[in-house]
């Protein structure tokens, strides 16, 4: 069964960069497309974006440019950095598995991340 | 972005009982509408995709049915593992969007 890890910093600074990574145990991390979304308490599960495994990636559009992703195949990982972020990037943040399309299969954990001055 | 409700947004039910929850799309899906089940401190879980097809493992008290911008997901006998959030989620563009949640919980 696919297991999906996010590590990444539990307190980040306001204005400044949120880094996160998923780690895929079992099976290529190139055999699919990725996600990730988030989980806050003032807005419920809120779509981040995708990463293709062919390298592109789409955003939502209301994080405007600040949202970036990248699939790292020699470490079987997904990426996210979040630039410019404020209180209200608060939230547990998941990493996801797109099975086709835009399905969301496979979730990971999450990892809660604060930011706060 | 197409936007998605969901009622009620609790529902208090009895172990045995059947349940619906109700998500409506802004605009027409078709058939690209997904149901998770969340528990406290855990991920989502994929129950239902296509709006009616069942994933692999899922017990088969769940069901969902619909299309366009109208869907349902009932359990037909409630079972205490079941109580939990459950959330509704289209895919039928890029920019997928979730319903708010309806929060499942004993009677």
């Known amino acids: 069964q696919v297991q999906l890890h996010e590590s990444g910093p539990g307190l980040v600074k306001t204005s400044e960069t949120l880094s996160l990574t998923c780690t895929v145990s079992v099976g290529s991390v190139s055999n699919y497309d990725w996600s990730w979304i988030r989980q806050s308490p003032g807005k419920g599960l809120e779509w981040i974006g995708f990463v293709y495994n062919r390298g592109s990636s789409k955003y939502n559009p209301s994080l405007g440019s600040r949202a970036a992703m990248s699939i790292d195949t020699s470490k079987n990982q997904v990426s996210l950095s979040l630039s410019s972020v404020n209180a209200a990037d608060t939230a547990v943040y998941f990493c996801?598995?797109?099975?086709?399309?835009?399905?969301?299969?496979?979730w990971g954990q999450g990892t809660l991340v604060t930011v706060s001055s | 972005d197409i936007q998605m409700t969901q009622s009620p947004s609790t529902l208090s039910a009895s172990v045995g009982d059947r349940v619906t929850i109700t998500c409506r799309a802004s605009q027409n899906i078709g058939n690209w509408l997904a149901w998770y089940q969340q528990k406290p401190g855990s991920a989502p879980n994929l129950l239902i995709y296509?709006?009616?097809s069942l994933e692999t493992g899922v017990p088969s008290r769940f069901s969902g049915s619909g299309s366009g911008t109208e869907f349902t997901l009932t359990i037909s006998s409630l079972q205490p593992a079941d109580f939990a959030t459950y959330y509704c989620?289209?895919?039928?563009?890029?920019?997928?969007?979730f319903g708010p949640g309806t929060k499942v919980d004993m009677k």
């Open positions: 996801a598995r797109v099975l086709y399309g835009y399905l969301i299969d496979y």
């Open positions: 989620q289209q895919y039928n563009t890029y920019s997928v969007t």
């Open positions: 296509k709006a009616s």
